[in-house]
């Protein structure tokens, strides 16, 4: 089985809430039941539940509400990578080659889907089905009530990192849309994104033009377009239908890490510390987000608020139109790398992220450690004036 990822598997060790600063954000909860880092966490769409997927081979669910763990999913053989979260349903993915489907109501496994033949480092939930990329070169799609393969997509040369779906219904006019069954997007360590139609398995475009692995993507469905960021410091925009090179944003220095496609304006988080919005139609840089202290590893826009998530263990809220920083959330000891909010919007919003205190490049080590996750109210901020939270912080050991 190849090593531990190096991007992907990162988690951080917390310790417990020991008090805030002013008016800033202040810590809601506190949960202690992981033996391992966090790796992930996911959110039901109705913001009631968390789910938690750690190094220590299990995932929880939690109550947002009171932060007691409902349900201890345990059955992988391996730390569990990624996990997305449904109202019915929960999905992990893992290193032992392996994804499951959880019933949210006992912590009983429905489904064990095997096939992969490495690591699953990520997997997505869509139109009824199951899309999962690998380490070991490829993607599959899973039908969600057999958990049996429906179709496997060939033709990277390395890890698969990241994955995007389009609906048929969401290419209205495409000719290639409605017999392809939709589309699926594909990121690869190749240094290539792949557009693949789901019903028959071929390879629709291959999108060349990055010179480094293709660490994300996000998809603007209605323009058929596809951004991926990468290690060689670039963006890029893909007509998905074409397979066209559509524009190159170049400004960061460093690779880019996480994407975020808001209101046609495009954000990036970067190994060079900071954030760059984008004009999505014509590359434009509109403003940088600095004050971060190391790279940028996680991104969530909501409500006007960009949230951002960096290996200097901070979470911190800009405003995204001025760029001005509002709050930054100390207390994790390494780098954030997952950060979630509710929907719908509550009258004081929660912020949520995973972090994990594994000095160095990779989690390995990261059993005995502790993982964190951390939930915080975020009252409304003073106009112009940064606000500053200490130690806030959610605790799984």
Same mark, same amino acid.
């Given at each position: 089985?190849?090593?531990? %990822?190096?991007?992907?598997?990162?988690?951080?060790?917390?310790?417990?809430?020991?008090?805030?600063?002013?008016?800033?954000?202040?810590? #809601?909860?506190?949960?202690?039941?992981?033996?391992?880092?966090?790796?992930?966490?996911?959110?039901?769409?109705?913001?009631?539940? #968390?789910?938690?997927?750690?190094?220590?081979?299990?995932?929880?669910?939690?109550?947002?509400?009171?932060?007691?763990?409902?349900?201890?999913?345990?059955?992988? /053989?391996?730390?569990?990578?990624?996990?997305?979260?449904?109202?019915?349903?929960?999905?992990?993915?893992?290193?032992?080659?392996?994804?499951?489907?959880?019933?949210?109501?006992?912590?009983?496994?429905?489904?064990?889907? !095997?096939?992969?033949?490495?690591?699953?480092?990520?997997?997505?939930?869509?139109?009824?089905?199951?899309?999962?990329?690998?380490?070991?070169?490829?993607? !599959?799609?899973?039908?969600?009530?057999?958990?049996? *393969?429906?179709?496997?997509?060939?033709?990277?040369? @390395?890890?698969?990192?990241?994955?995007?779906?389009?609906?048929?219904? +969401?290419? %209205?006019?495409?000719?290639?849309?409605?017999?392809?069954?939709?589309?699926?997007?594909?990121?690869?360590? +190749?240094?290539?994104?792949?557009?693949?139609?789901?019903?028959?398995?071929?390879?629709?475009?291959?999108? !060349?033009?990055?010179?480094?692995?293709? #660490?994300?993507? *996000?998809?603007?469905? %209605?323009?058929?377009?596809?951004?991926?960021?990468?290690?060689?410091?670039?963006?890029?925009?893909? +007509?998905?239908?074409?397979?066209?090179?559509?524009?190159?944003?170049?400004?960061?220095?460093?690779?880019?890490?996480?994407? /975020?496609?808001?209101?046609?304006?495009?954000?990036?988080?970067?190994?060079?510390?900071?954030?760059?919005?984008?004009?999505?139609?014509?590359?434009?840089?509109?403003?940088?987000?600095?004050?971060?202290?190391?790279?940028?590893?996680?991104?969530?826009?909501?409500?006007?608020?960009?949230?951002?998530?960096?290996?200097?263990?901070?979470?911190?809220?800009?405003?995204?139109?001025?760029?001005?920083?509002?709050?930054? &959330?100390?207390?994790?000891?390494?780098?954030? @790398?997952?950060?979630?909010?509710?929907? %719908?919007?509550?009258?004081?919003?929660?912020?949520?992220?995973?972090?994990?205190?594994?000095?160095? /490049?990779?989690?390995?080590?990261?059993?005995?450690?502790?993982?964190?996750?951390?939930?915080?109210?975020?009252?409304?901020?003073?106009?112009?004036?940064?606000?500053?939270?200490?130690?806030?912080? &959610?605790?799984?050991?």
């Amino acid at each position: 089985m190849p090593g531990r %990822p190096s991007l992907a598997g990162r988690c951080l060790r917390g310790s417990r809430r020991t008090g805030g600063m002013g008016g800033g954000g202040s810590a #809601l909860r506190v949960c202690a039941d992981h033996r391992g880092g966090i790796n992930w966490l996911s959110l039901s769409p109705d913001g009631r539940r #968390l789910l938690t997927g750690s190094e220590d081979g299990t995932a929880r669910l939690w109550s947002t509400a009171d932060g007691q763990c409902c349900a201890l999913l345990q059955g992988h /053989e391996s730390y569990v990578t990624f996990c997305h979260l449904e109202d019915e349903a929960a999905f992990t993915c893992s290193a032992d080659c392996t994804i499951r489907k959880w019933d949210v109501r006992t912590g009983q496994c429905l489904q064990v889907f !095997r096939g992969h033949t490495s690591i699953v480092n990520r997997i997505l939930v869509a139109d009824n089905q199951l899309f999962s990329g690998s380490y070991d070169r490829t993607a !599959r799609a899973w039908s969600v009530d057999k958990g049996q *393969v429906s179709q496997e997509f060939r033709g990277h040369r @390395n890890c698969v990192l990241t994955l995007a779906y389009s609906a048929p219904w +969401d290419l %209205p006019g495409a000719p290639c849309a409605e017999e392809a069954g939709g589309l699926l997007v594909t990121g690869s360590t +190749d240094g290539t994104a792949r557009v693949w139609q789901v019903a028959g398995g071929g390879c629709w475009q291959t999108l !060349r033009g990055h010179t480094g692995a293709v #660490l994300c993507l *996000v998809l603007d469905t %209605p323009s058929h377009t596809a951004f991926t960021g990468s290690t060689d410091a670039t963006i890029r925009a893909w +007509d998905i239908l074409s397979g066209e090179q559509l524009r190159v944003f170049r400004e960061h220095q460093g690779p880019v890490i996480c994407l /975020e496609l808001v209101n046609r304006h495009v954000y990036s988080g970067s190994a060079d510390r900071t954030v760059k919005c984008w004009l999505a139609d014509t590359g434009e840089r509109v403003r940088t987000f600095a004050a971060h202290g190391h790279s940028v590893s996680a991104l969530k826009y909501h409500a006007g608020t960009l949230f951002t998530g960096s290996g200097d263990a901070r979470a911190r809220a800009f405003d995204a139109e001025s760029g001005a920083l509002q709050r930054v &959330f100390r207390g994790h000891a390494f780098v954030i @790398n997952c950060i979630q909010v509710p929907r %719908p919007v509550q009258p004081q919003q929660r912020l949520e992220h995973t972090s994990c205190d594994i000095p160095g /490049e990779t989690a390995a080590g990261a059993d005995g450690k502790t993982g964190a996750a951390a939930f915080f109210v975020l009252p409304p901020a003073s106009p112009g004036r940064e606000q500053e939270t200490e130690n806030c912080r &959610f605790v799984f050991t």
